[in-house]
């Protein structure tokens, strides 16, 4: 499954890179001493640039991966409890239809766990 992730991932890889040297819209320009950069290389350049920040990218994802791992899973604890909030006040009459259920699970978790 990862391996078939990562051929896709490179082909939207490549698909980027297409688009951005073929199908440019003209308000990107590589300007290097004052000269706009004209010429057959000036797609390899942009396309090298690209390729670049998309590494750099991948690596300071990875990166903070590990470093914000175990404070991530607070981090989204937090961000699922606030959306929970904001789901309450944004629909309170889903209310009665979850409290119902909200017993009906913690009586089902309560069994299980005494079962088992």
């Known amino acids: 499954m990862a391996r078939k992730a990562a051929v896709v991932l490179a082909f939207v890889m ?3 890179v297409a688009w951005g040297l073929f199908f440019e819209a003209g308000s990107t320009r590589i300007i290097i001493n004052g000269q706009e950069l004209i010429g057959p290389l000036r797609g390899a350049i942009g396309a090298a640039g ?4 998309l590494i ?3 690596c300071a994802a990875i990166f903070l991966l590990f470093v914000f791992a175990g404070i991530g899973i ?3 604890g937090g961000v699922i409890i606030v959306g929970l909030i904001m789901a309450g006040f944004a629909f309170p009459f889903l209310l009665v239809l979850l409290l ?6 913690l009586f089902i978790a309560v069994t299980r766990k005494t079962g088992a």
């Open 56 to 58: 750099a990218l991948f």
């Open 100 to 105: 119902p259920l909200a017993i009906v699970w």
């Open 50 to 53: 690209l390729i670049i920040g």
């Open 14 to 16: 490549l698909a980027i």
């Open 74 to 76: 607070f981090i989204l």
